[in-house]
């Protein structure tokens, strides 16, 4: 993997740039924009959607990078060993790049259970226990394109110091083996690893971790994970401007440009384009996830220039409104995706009031789209040095809530039965 | 003629099996034309569980079903009228058929009871008791707009014997002329009466004889599919369809097991449907000629291969048993794979049948479907029967040659 600053427009507009991912022998590269939007997946399908279904979403869309999860996927690994297509294929996305994260960046992730030699996975079958050694294990059986180093990220903004101070301790430790092992494994030399920056709101920490990783060579790593910020889930769309952006601007002051920088989890949109503004490359679709999962369609307006747009648009619609019921218009007016397109807020009104599964299937297809529109907007803004103006757009009502709270209509709805979790708080 | 003057139905046998009673047809009607013997998946709630109508039409479906009484509770008759119908509200442009939603009644509530006027019921919504008649079954199903609906008939349960099976005959067909009478849409929708009588060749056929002496454009054989024997599931289809028109479609209620699908078309049936298909689905099931593939056992855990080689289906084409075996039942997404799968394996079946028939190679494709479906084991002697009554000769069973030659 290379990546290519193309153009930064000032301090504090972010920077657009390219991350080229090789494709096997003779079969070139592959070239993601950046900032680059990953799709997030669960046991390494895109929530609620076939491949076939995502097809319809991403038409005529730039090559997508798949985010994959252990937490997720941990019990494929000895069928990974045995399948010759690859990790992508497997899933059923050939030819799509992949990353391989720890921690699934839809769900809450459940906080203790860290150790010095053991980091606490925590898969549909409840919690166990990992070693650097394990890991590394289980990413030469994944095998994927990029991946992350293993670290300890149980912190958000109330940890105390000396759980920061262990969190960068033992990432320490798990990353030294990480570094060493990368180089060895077989199955691993084509693959990317991602450092993990973690430290909680501590700049000294963070300092301390980033050192880590800088000293390593160059070419040991290919980008940064900054860690440790939430704890997942619908944590991600509750953090406050003015404690996260500060650090995320100390970090990014004392990384290299010349790397990649991931930030995983449910940002709201509005922090999103602050992240982007400090030169953060890449995020997740886990907040359109985390929107659907509790029957909010996303509706945010972000079109810059709309002369017969509402810029009062609020930032979702609640399916779960009975007003809905007879609604037969589509959840956004003009919308181009496939549910707006064919099916009206009364008919996914209808399939949450009889737990039907195309109702999370058709509000995934409309956030997805949603959203990924969103980052295309975000790519023309900045090549015309209109971030700003994007910001005051999602801004222009002041008191639009962008948080997503847990919806207590919709428990064991989404037409899960047993054995499928939801988004918690 | 003026488009509203054409019949809302209309049916054309295309071929016809030289040796069964197997037909190959076309039904044309409001929304989709429609070839027959056809599989309709059941949409109950106005989705067909986990796939788009998008994903159906690349299938080739053109006849889904929906359930009246589900229906008529949510979204309700007055939101379905206002919406423009079920086709426009659940965006699904080809044909519907609707059911009376009797069976539902008789089948999911214990508080019903039917007597001359009707089926009374308790709302399981707000407890509150409900009356549904055959005028406003009929009602419903106008609101909902299906192309094709079905009379509200009297539902005994198929082991039921004595005198009530010949009462419950009797309403259906009185029934039937109330509910003509209520019809109000006979220009965009046809009504199909449904033959009933239990397990009685006498009451089957009285039933039949009253039935075709009505104006209606198709029929509908039910009571059956309900935990009869296979014997006598058999042999009530062959009177029905013995006596039914040749020129107009027959629908047999609730069945979609793949044997039976074959054994019926052979004895004379156009329509069905199941939820079978889409039920087993959802426990991590997928449908093979051999029967269905378990997935969630473990021999799948590194089968690296697609359900079925053969399959075409966006399933098959993406996803390896193995993939599908860690997902089923554990992300949601597994039940639109199994389920799209599920369907397209009934459609293929029911495609293969109608092109055996148009080459008039059905009975060879019947045997060779059995040889596949029962590999090994013996024939079970209904199928064997129910060939044998429509001049379609099976093979005797390998095992049976083994042992002949052992012995």
Request: net charge neutral; hydrophobic share 35%.
């Amino acid at each position: 993997m290379k990546f290519v600053i193309n153009k930064q427009i000032s301090r504090d507009s972010g920077r657009l740039g390219q991350l080229l991912i090789q494709r096997g022998e003779g079969a070139g590269q592959l070239q993601l924009r950046t900032p680059l939007l990953m799709q997030t997946t669960k046991g390494g399908s895109i929530p609620y959607l076939s491949g076939n279904v995502f097809e319809y979403v991403s038409k005529e869309q730039q090559p997508l990078l798949l985010q994959l999860t252990l937490s997720t996927m941990d019990q494929m690994a000895e069928s990974l060993l045995q399948y010759p297509s690859g990790l992508s294929a497997y899933v059923g996305y050939p030819g799509y790049p992949n990353v391989l994260l720890f921690r699934d960046p839809c769900e809450t992730t459940p906080s203790g259970g860290n150790d010095r030699d053991v980091v606490p996975l925590y898969t549909r079958h409840g919690k166990g226990s990992i070693t650097a050694q394990r890991y590394m294990e289980l990413m030469d059986s994944f095998a994927p394109d990029l991946y992350q180093g293993l670290c300890d990220a149980d912190t958000n903004a109330d940890s105390s110091k000396k759980r920061v101070q262990k969190s960068v301790d033992r990432t320490e430790r798990f990353m030294d083996y990480c570094y060493e092992q990368h180089g060895k494994l077989d199955r691993l030399s084509k693959s990317t690893l991602l450092a993990p920056i973690v430290g909680g709101y501590s700049t000294y920490a963070r300092t301390q971790s980033i050192k880590h990783a800088r000293q390593q060579p160059a070419n040991s790593f290919g980008g940064y994970v900054l860690e440790g910020f939430h704890t997942n889930g619908l944590s991600a769309t509750h953090l406050e401007a003015s404690k996260l952006l500060p650090i995320v601007k100390h970090c990014v002051t004392e990384l290299d440009d010349e790397k990649p920088r991931m930030m995983c989890g449910a940002y709201t949109p509005l922090m999103i384009l602050e992240l982007v503004r400090l030169g953060v490359d890449m995020f997740d679709t886990s907040y359109a996830y985390c929107a659907a999962v509790n029957y909010k369609a996303l509706t945010f307006n972000f079109e810059l220039n709309d002369e017969n747009g509402c810029p009062k648009q609020t930032p979702f619609l609640d399916i779960t409104d009975d007003t809905l019921k007879e609604d037969f218009r589509p959840l956004v007016a003009n919308c181009s995706c496939l549910a707006c397109q064919k099916h009206t807020r009364a008919y996914v009104h209808h399939l949450y009031k009889t737990n039907e599964l195309l109702g999370p299937i058709l509000l995934m297809v409309h956030n997805l789209h949603h959203y990924m529109a969103f980052f295309e907007t975000i790519h023309k803004s900045m090549a015309s040095d209109k971030l700003s103006e994007l910001a005051k757009l999602l801004n222009a009502d002041s008191t639009a809530d962008y948080s997503i709270a847990k919806n207590v209509k919709v428990i064991n709805k989404a037409g899960m039965g047993k054995g499928f979790v939801s988004a918690t708080n | 003629m003026s488009p509203s003057k054409i019949p809302p139905l209309t049916y054309k046998v295309v071929a016809e099996c030289s040796v069964s009673k197997a037909r190959a047809g076309l039904m044309t009607l409001r929304h989709s034309e429609v070839d027959t013997p056809v599989f309709m998946p059941v949409g109950t709630q106005g989705t067909l569980k986990g796939v788009l109508p998008d994903q159906l039409i690349e299938m080739n479906c053109q006849i889904l079903l929906g359930n009246t009484y589900h229906l008529g509770m949510r979204p309700g008759i007055e939101t379905l009228r206002r919406a423009g119908g079920l086709h426009s509200f659940m965006g699904w442009p080809r044909a519907i058929l609707t059911d009376s939603g009797g069976f539902q009644m008789v089948s999911l509530l214990q508080l019903a009871e039917i007597d001359e006027h009707g089926v009374k019921f308790r709302s399981p919504f707000d407890n509150s008791e409900c009356m549904l008649t055959p005028e406003h079954s009929i009602q419903i199903q106008n609101a909902i707009g299906a192309d094709i609906m079905m009379q509200l008939d009297d539902v005994v349960k198929t082991t039921t014997t004595g005198p009530r099976v010949e009462e419950a005959m009797e309403r259906t067909i009185r029934w039937v002329d109330r509910c003509i009478e209520a019809h109000a849409r006979d220009d965009d929708q046809s009504l199909f009466p449904i033959v009933q009588g239990g397990l009685e060749t006498p009451l089957r056929e009285r039933c039949v004889s009253a039935l075709i002496e009505r104006r209606v454009r198709g029929f509908a054989v039910g009571g059956l599919s309900g935990g009869e024997s296979k014997d006598d599931f058999w042999r009530m289809v062959h009177v029905c369809t013995d006596r039914l028109p040749r020129d107009k479609p027959r629908y047999l209620m609730g069945v979609g097991f793949a044997a039976d699908l074959v054994v019926c078309v052979a004895l004379g049936i156009d329509m069905f449907d199941c939820v079978f298909p889409t039920r087993t689905a959802r426990f991590g099931c997928a449908l093979v000629d051999r029967g269905q593939l378990n997935l969630k056992q473990q021999k799948y855990k590194h089968d690296m291969q697609p359900i079925d080689k053969e399959c075409e289906c966006s399933t098959c084409l993406r996803y390896t048993r193995s993939y599908l075996h860690h997902i089923a039942t554990n992300e949601s997404v597994s039940c639109s794979l199994l389920s799209v799968h599920n369907v397209a394996y009934q459609l293929r079946l029911m495609r293969g049948m109608r092109e055996a028939v148009h080459r008039n190679e059905f009975p060879q494709f019947v045997r060779d479907f059995m040889a596949r479906h029962f590999e090994g084991e013996p024939l079970p002697t209904w199928i064997r029967e129910a060939l044998a009554a429509v001049h379609i000769e099976l093979p005797p069973d390998i095992v049976d040659e083994q042992a002949a030659a052992q012995s």
